[in-house]
Structures are given as structure tokens and as C-alpha cells.
């Protein structure tokens, strides 16, 4: 369900014993997210949240501040 413009809620997704989830069908094409797909797996106890990021989306980012290290 789309509530505007960008901003989606998929549903609610339950943890199974070996702490893995599935992601539902229509955030895995929003988000082009296929099958081998690296993720990021952000959290933020303060606000007691996670976020899950592709990594070729922030990689760009990372080479940039490797090398900003040099």
C-alpha cells in the first residue's frame, strides 16, 4: 500500500526460528531486489528501528569515503 508519493507500507512480516524474515513480493519489485542481492541491515536503538539498504545503492558512498581515507 502506497500512502504517497515514494512512501510504501508492505505489511507486517513474522521472524522464523532461525531469525530470518521474507520480504514481501511487492517491496522486492519497488525495490528491484532479486534472489544473491547484498543488503545493509541498519538499526538505531534510540529510536528502536532498523533499516535494510541495498548495498549497491550505498556503495558509491563507501568507495567515497575509502577514499577520502587515503
Avoid: S, W
Wanted: proline content about 3%; overall charge positive.
Amino acid at each position: 500500500m502506497q500512502k504517497e508519493k515514494g512512501k510504501y507500507i508492505f505489511g507486517i512480516v513474522k521472524v522464523g526460528e532461525r531469525g530470518q524474515i521474507v520480504i514481501p513480493a511487492e517491496a522486492r519489485k519497488v525495490f528491484d531486489i532479486k534472489a544473491g542481492d547484498a543488503l545493509l541491515i541498519l538499526g538505531d536503538t534510540n529510536k528502536g528501528g532498523m533499516a535494510i539498504v541495498k548495498t549497491d545503492i550505498i556503495q558509491p558512498n563507501i568507495n567515497q569515503i575509502m577514499e577520502d581515507k587515503k
